[in-house]
């Protein structure tokens, strides 16, 4: 298994809310231990154990498993073709196109994030859950 | 407060989602190595990190027509809002993280790009009396992002040249035409011809679940529903691409009777009323 989104926590329980054990980034691989409804207790290549969402994992690195009979995870060829989709190379192509792209605010908005501290102190001080 | 405000759906979004094409037998695939025809045979599906950037070019394609609202106090409340709402829905992960931000419009409707990017305007912002409602309509944008409704507007031909390309030496340009091609089919469907019934349906009964689960009153979607049909009267552009609110009104309602809510909604009046101020 693998980390598919660019960037996730590992926690100490089966919450997101839970105390960080470490940071984890796309293409890190992990063991799994253990199931336990939608998180996963797995062990990192640095042997530190902790909690995970499954929707942040997948079975291989391009997510192509199984289209090869009889080959288990992503081959060389494969890996290497799926880097043909959309991309950040296509992107940057797409970016010259001033009137119909406006990159600048888009950034603004993907800086606009939320520390798990304060999600927690809105919870309890909102009475939510 | 015995009910709770709250409003609406929003809508429009978010992803590709590539639901298939299968089957390109007869492409002119050269000289491949075996797994590179097969890749070429599938089905293609679009991966987490293409959806990313396909909902940030959506995003950034929507930022030409309406600009953004850089009001750092309330652009951070329904990022908050939001933020823990994902972290409650059955897709709390996604590539790049769910992005919230405002419209300066005062035009009502919401968007979600693929991916987890979700614009709502100034216009329904200002519609919602409480932060429940607030939540509500957000709510249902997370609900589409999570079904990859948007992806879903990725026109077919899209798919089949993605699944060729991937079998082929290609450039960046051709890669980019696909690129620009499947950001117009998406926001096409956000801003004009909106999703299926049955999908706003889904995205409607999902988003009182997910207000449940995040300790929102689920009430507060329907009297964001009932302020729209209000406008709707009115013959006001609202949520143009969305069912008409009388038809949504009517499933949610039932619903809801079958939910058991607690109203904690007083505890956030006063942090909605700062926000907003």
């Excluded at chain 2, 329904?78 to 419009?105: A, C, K, M, Q, W």
């Excluded at chain 2, 691409?241 to 009104?249: E, G, L, M, S």
Aim: one cysteine or more.
């Amino acid at each position: 298994m693998k980390i598919k989104v660019k960037n996730t926590r590992l926690v100490s329980k089966p919450d997101f809310l839970s105390s960080t054990i470490g940071n984890l980034k796309n293409g890190d691989p992990l063991k799994i231990i253990k199931e336990t409804g939608s998180w996963l207790f797995v062990k990192t290549s640095d042997n530190v154990e902790g909690y995970i969402h499954k929707s942040s994992v997948a079975k291989s690195n391009v997510g192509l498993t199984g289209l090869i009979p009889g080959q288990k995870g992503a081959s060389k060829d494969e890996i290497a073709l799926a880097a043909k989709g959309f991309n950040e190379g296509a992107e940057q192509k797409i970016k010259g196109n001033k009137g119909t792209y406006n990159f600048e605010d888009m950034e603004w908005l993907m800086k606009r994030t939320v520390p798990v501290s304060q999600i927690v102190t809105f919870i309890k001080e909102g009475r939510l859950k | 407060m015995k009910t709770v405000k709250i409003t609406l759906c929003i809508t429009i979004i978010c992803a590709i989602g590539f639901s298939a094409f299968s089957g390109c037998g007869s492409l002119p695939i050269g000289e491949l190595t075996k797994g590179a025809q097969l890749v070429a045979q599938a089905t293609h599906t679009i991966t987490e990190e293409e959806e990313y950037y396909l909902g940030r070019a959506v995003a950034a394609n929507i930022l030409t027509k309406y600009p953004l609202w850089k009001n750092q106090k309330m652009t951070d409340y329904v990022n908050t809002i939001g933020t823990l709402l994902s972290l409650r829905s059955e897709r709390p992960e996604v590539f790049g993280g769910y992005h919230f931000g405002i419209l300066d419009t005062g035009e009502v409707n919401a968007w979600s790009a693929p991916g987890g990017i979700i614009l709502l305007t100034r216009g329904l912002v200002n519609l919602a009396s409480g932060e429940d409602e607030l939540a509500a309509v957000i709510a249902h944008e997370i609900s589409h992002i999570v079904s990859k409704d948007p992806l879903k507007a990725v026109k077919s031909e899209r798919l089949k040249q993605l699944g060729l390309f991937a079998a082929q030496n290609v450039t960046k340009g051709e890669l980019a035409d696909v690129l620009n091609d499947s950001v117009l089919d998406v926001t096409g469907t956000l801003l004009q011809k909106g999703y299926s019934r049955t999908a706003e349906k889904k995205a409607d009964l999902e988003a009182l679940d997910l207000l449940d689960a995040a300790g929102y009153n689920p009430n507060a979607l329907l009297s964001m529903l009932e302020k729209i049909e209000e406008i709707e009267t009115k013959k006001a552009a609202v949520f143009s691409a969305h069912p008409k609110a009388n038809t949504r009104i009517s499933y949610t309602n039932e619903r809801i009777k079958q939910m058991q809510t607690v109203d904690t909604v007083k505890y956030r009046t006063e942090r909605f009323k700062k926000a907003t101020s």
